[in-house]
């Protein structure tokens, strides 16, 4: 085996700085890394069922839109949003479907953090399981081990929220932050239960459940809950809950904390395009499959209202100020992200989107691979100037003028 001069395994050194650095990674990387994720992270497999393929319809949608101040293509779109997938689902068959950077049909793409509201789905499957007696049970309840801890008081609902009130800097522009060095590097190195007892250390910022402050550390303690309350791991609990009974096309993935250590619940799980729809599609219908209730009635209504106390989202990290990303928001559910009039969001780092809109019956996912804006054209940086890296406003142009057409 060949080995760095420091002795370390070379497959292992290389795999530890690039994941380790993995967030601020230029365009000649991002994109064939997230394709490859599972090569790069410790990951443990959702197994998928018999497959239920979705109808697609004879006559793909084909549209301009205006944004900006222009008109554009679905070309454009893939172009100027460094997408990856592109699928539409109206009334449950797909409209359009396009792949690009690699990706198709049968291969999976990260999902940065739209994996947090597969967490609530599953944190609701365990409460209609019984298994979690209510979302107002302590931290505490299923990990003892953080008596004595700011986490004490913290309750799952404000795990859900976002407002345990617990001190964290998510800033992912600057390594030196919570996120980045205790969080992202230490799963990139594989090191068990480093993130279990960092946030043991953490003071306490905020009362729990008055202030929302996003918070990728939190939701590894769902992880946790969810595993102990379960008696399973986190992906065997997922494949039984939805994989298998929705009918799943492809295998997925959660990344792990160490080699075979824990899922990540809060960060780039692995999921084809037409099954990170039907995500979307298990809340349109009210989480029921084939009839089968598998969260509480009730349950989407609640991660899809903007509920969480105090909303105020910035992407430089700073705790209960408005930075502007949340005028685009009504508010935050259980992981999920509110808009206007009822439609809701998984949303992930670089580009990953799942659109849900009760009122129009319809799912819209765009993957991609937006880069740091270091990285763009100006005329890139121009259109996604107000962005950060998560997508400009012509996403959501495209997506409004989508379900116009499909009226």
């Keep these: ?110 999902s940065s953090s739209m994996v947090k509201s597969l967490a609530a789905i599953l944190i609701g499957a365990a409460i209609q399981d019984g298994a979690i007696q209510s979302i107002e049970q302590k931290v505490t309840d299923f990990l003892p081990d953080f008596a004595g801890t700011p986490y004490e008081s913290v309750t799952i609902r404000d795990l859900l929220h976002m407002a345990s009130g617990v001190e964290w800097v998510e800033n992912t522009d600057d390594l030196s932050t919570d996120v980045a060095e205790h969080y992202i590097k230490v799963i990139a190195a594989r090191r068990p239960d480093y993130i279990l007892d960092y946030l043991k250390t953490r003071p306490r910022a905020n009362p729990a459940g008055t202030q929302f402050y996003y918070n990728t550390g939190d939701t590894f303690l769902l992880s946790h809950i969810l595993s102990r309350a379960t008696g399973k791991s986190v992906a065997q609990y997922c494949s039984e809950k939805l994989w298998q009974p929705m009918g799943f096309e492809q295998d997925g993935y959660f990344i792990l904390d160490s080699d075979d250590g824990h899922e990540v619940v809060g960060s780039c799980c692995g999921a084809s395009l037409r099954d990170y729809a039907r995500w979307g599609l ?84 765009i993957l991609g691979a937006v880069p740091r804006h270091v990285y763009m054209t100006p005329e890139e940086a121009a259109l996604h100037r107000n962005s950060s890296h998560c997508g400009s406003e012509m996403r959501l142009d495209f997506i409004k003028a989508a379900m116009s057409a499909l009226a």
């Design 1 to 110: 085996m060949q080995k760095t001069v420091d002795g370390e395994p070379v497959d292992q050194f290389i795999r530890r700085h690039m994941a380790g650095d993995f967030l601020l990674w230029s365009p000649n990387i991002q994109s064939e890394a997230f394709l490859n994720w599972d090569r790069i992270w410790a990951t443990r497999t959702i197994e998928k069922g018999t497959p239920k393929l979705l109808p697609v319809s004879a006559e793909p949608l084909d549209i301009t839109f205006e944004s900006g101040g222009a008109t554009h293509t679905i070309d454009d779109l893939m172009r100027w949003e460094f997408v990856s997938g592109l699928i539409v689902i109206k009334d449950g068959e797909i409209k359009l479907e396009r792949y690009a950077r690699g990706l198709n049909v049968e291969r999976c793409w990260q």
């Design 282 to 365: 298990f809340m349109l219908s009210d989480g029921v499959i084939d009839g089968q209730r598998v969260v509480p009635e009730g349950w989407v209504k609640a991660c899809t209202s903007p509920t969480a106390p105090n909303f105020a989202f910035d992407f430089g990290g700073e705790r209960g100020v408005a930075g502007g990303a949340d005028t685009a928001f009504e508010g935050y559910g259980y992981l999920w992200w509110v808009r206007q009039g009822g439609d809701y969001q998984a949303l992930g780092s670089y580009g990953q989107w799942i659109y849900v809109s009760p009122a129009n019956n319809t799912v819209a996912v």
